[in-house]
Each structure stands twice: as structure tokens, then as C-alpha cells.
């Protein structure tokens, strides 16, 4: 029989468990309230970005691995639209931070530590100057020493590169420079300075397609690559469950409007079916739905863009092929066909695939 002759390593103050428990309550309300959905995917997701924070080993965490996660960076892949910055703040927000019990405060203020940065809109030189920091002169424009957002982070403060695929292969080597060794430099400086915070990056490129254009360093991905997170995409998470469709509905009416009813749902609930029916792709995913539901609630109807509604047309076609495993002729001759049953007419259909009518009456057979 085991003996306990003493608090465990984790929870041998108080003030040990105190910051435990804030811990546990911020991660609950940000992963598991903030999180849409009741699907197995949006489940998945939830359950991912969990153990980004604890691990899938609660005793691990508590014994090793407590107010040292910011050593492992997080990568969030996925399309466009589906939370990845949600994701990333939940993991930000809900980082451990220390218990002072000498002062009786936490050491920060939780809402202080999430530090996102948008990559893809902007510069070469203002990327390196928010992340870096620079001196007085440094360039053009430069006229008083800058810190970047790198410098002076604790282990609880987090800071989310948004479109890491985006940035310039002499930036990711920097910021390798800075997940290997935990330092950099501002630009135009020479004196080294530290980096104690997490790295959370999110990208909806296909990573390793740009490495094999080389245009993402492999190596960089192997420093980010330790705790990746997928978002899953709506049409993943509704597959065709309308309940699932419904209680997204219900959470964005609601936050919009402060209050559901049952008339406001059903009204919403009816355009979306008489709008773009229920078996819609959502190209744009959770972004695309929130901005149906504002669309039906002012003006009572909702059209997407031509492209979208094209492909969500065609979403059963590409599903039939792909369950069939549709030879490439076979495919050919399946969108050949159906672009003709669109437009009506040999020519009309040549006209939008750019070739001539005989092919098109070739492809679908009719020769």
C-alpha cells in the first residue's frame, strides 16, 4: 500500500492550487462556451484544444509539464472562416499564470496575454518591426527605438501569428532563430533580447504543398508542428444534420440579438432552407452562416455569391464521382454533361467550358 507522506509537487501551496483552478475555469468557459457547436467534429476540435492546454495527461501536466506549455508552439490548420482565431485565443486566455500569495493576486491579468498579429496584411518591414521591435533609424521612417511584440512576454502571455503561410522566407528564418533559441534581435540592434511566450500560428495553406514549392521552410515547420489543431470546416460539422444546422442558428441569433424565440428562429431556420436549402456547402463556413443569419434578420433573405452557389450545386456530383471512383474520362464526362443540362444548348456549354460543341457532344456521349 502507498503511503502519501505529503502534498503532491503541483499542489504544494494554495497558491498552487488556486492558479490550478482559475486555470481550469478560464479553459472551461473558452474552449467548452466560446466552441460552437454539438457535433462529433466541433467535439474533436474542443477536445484538441484541451490538450493543448493540459495534454491528454492530466497527471503529466500536473507534474511535469504546469506553467511550462508556452515551450511547445501551436499550429491551427484549416479553411477560411472556421475559428482559427477563436481557437487561438482560447488557448491564449486560458494560460496558467502564478498566484502571487505574498501580494494575493494573480501576477496578470488574463485579459492582457493574447497578442494576435495579422501577417497577411502586412508589410515585409512593419512584420519585422511588430515582431522584432527596431532602433532609432533602423529605416526610412524609424525615428525613435521601438519594442516588438516578441520582447519582455512571460510564459503566460501568448502571441498568435494569423497567415504564418504568408510570411516572407527571410522572416521564417528569423522567427526559427527565435523558437530554437529564444532570443532575437530589433532590427538595426546587435544586443540579443529574450522571448518567454507562446507562439500559437494559423494558416489555411496547405503547408506541405508550399514547402514542396518551397516557399514555407521545413524546418520551421518541424518547430511548430508539436501540437497541431485542425478546424474542422461547417459543412464537416452539419453533414447533413439539420438539429446540428439549427443549434449554430439558435447561438448566433442569440448572440446577435440578445434573446431567441421560437417565431425568430423559424424565420431564420425558413430562409436559410428557401435561400440556399439545407444541403448547402457553406464555402465560408461559420464566418458565412454568422453573416446569413444578420442577413435574414434585416432583410429577410439571403443569397450568396454565384461561385458559391455553384458550388454547392455541384457539391453531390464531386460526392457521387469520388464514391464511385470515377475514372478521369468518366469525370470529364460527368461536368460536361452536367454544364450542358445548365445552359441548355451545345453551344452555350462550349461557350463556358471553352471548347467547341463537337467536344461537348462527345464527352456526353451524343455523337
Known amino acids: ?29 473558452f ?25 491528454h495527461d492530466p497527471w503529466r501536466y500536473l507534474a511535469h509539464l504546469q506553467g511550462r506549455m508556452h515551450e511547445a508552439s ?6 477560411s472562416g472556421t475559428g482559427k482565431e477563436l481557437v487561438a485565443s482560447a488557448i491564449g486566455l486560458s494560460s496558467f499564470i502564478p498566484f502571487d500569495g505574498e501580494r ?8 492582457t496575454g493574447f497578442h494576435p498579429l495579422h501577417l497577411a496584411a502586412m508589410s515585409k518591414t512593419l512584420i519585422e518591426s511588430e515582431l522584432f521591435g527596431h532602433k532609432k533609424g533602423a529605416f526610412t521612417g524609424a525615428d525613435a527605438d521601438r519594442m516588438g511584440h516578441l520582447e519582455g512576454r512571460s510564459p503566460s502571455e501568448t502571441i498568435f501569428l494569423d497567415e504564418i503561410g504568408e510570411l516572407d522566407p527571410e522572416i521564417q528564418v528569423k522567427l526559427l532563430r527565435v523558437l530554437q533559441s529564444r532570443e532575437f534581435h530589433r532590427l538595426g540592434d546587435t544586443e540579443p533580447r529574450s ?29 511548430l508542428c508539436s501540437d497541431v489543431i485542425q478546424t474542422p470546416s461547417l459543412q464537416e460539422q452539419v453533414a447533413g444534420n439539420v438539429d446540428e444546422l ?50 435574414l434578420l434585416i432583410h429577410g433573405h439571403y443569397h ?64
Open 74 to 79: 501551436t499550429l491551427i490548420l484549416g479553411p
Open 104 to 111: 494575493r493576486r494573480f501576477v496578470r491579468d488574463y485579459r
Open 246 to 295: 439549427g443549434h449554430l442558428v439558435s447561438v448566433l441569433v442569440q448572440r446577435t440579438l440578445g434573446s431567441l424565440d421560437a417565431a425568430t428562429f423559424e424565420e431564420i431556420m425558413s430562409g436559410i432552407e428557401q435561400g440556399v436549402g439545407f444541403d448547402y456547402a457553406w464555402p465560408g463556413n461559420i464566418r458565412e452562416l454568422d453573416q446569413c443569419v444578420r442577413n
Open 31 to 55: 474552449v467548452f462556451h466560446q466552441i460552437l457547436g454539438t457535433s462529433v467534429a466541433a467535439a474533436k476540435l474542443r477536445a484538441s484544444v484541451w490538450e493543448s492546454l493540459f495534454t
Open 304 to 367: 450568396p455569391p454565384a461561385a458559391s452557389q455553384q458550388g454547392s450545386a455541384l457539391a453531390p456530383l464531386f460526392h457521387q464521382m469520388q464514391a464511385a471512383n470515377a475514372t478521369l474520362d468518366e469525370v470529364v464526362s460527368t461536368y460536361t454533361t452536367w454544364v450542358y443540362t445548365q445552359r441548355g444548348s451545345y453551344t452555350q456549354a462550349a461557350t463556358t467550358l471553352e471548347i467547341d460543341r463537337r467536344t461537348v457532344a462527345k464527352h456526353i456521349g451524343d455523337t
Open 195 to 223: 522571448f518567454g511566450g507562446k507562439v500559437v500560428a494559423a494558416t489555411h495553406r496547405d503547408l506541405s504543398r508550399e514547402m514542396a514549392a518551397g516557399r514555407f521552410r521545413e524546418d520551421l515547420y518541424y518547430r
Open 1 to 29: 500500500m502507498f503511503k502519501l507522506v505529503g502534498p503532491p509537487a503541483w499542489a504544494a501551496t494554495p497558491a498552487d492550487l488556486l492558479a490550478l483552478f482559475f486555470q481550469t475555469r478560464r479553459a472551461f468557459h
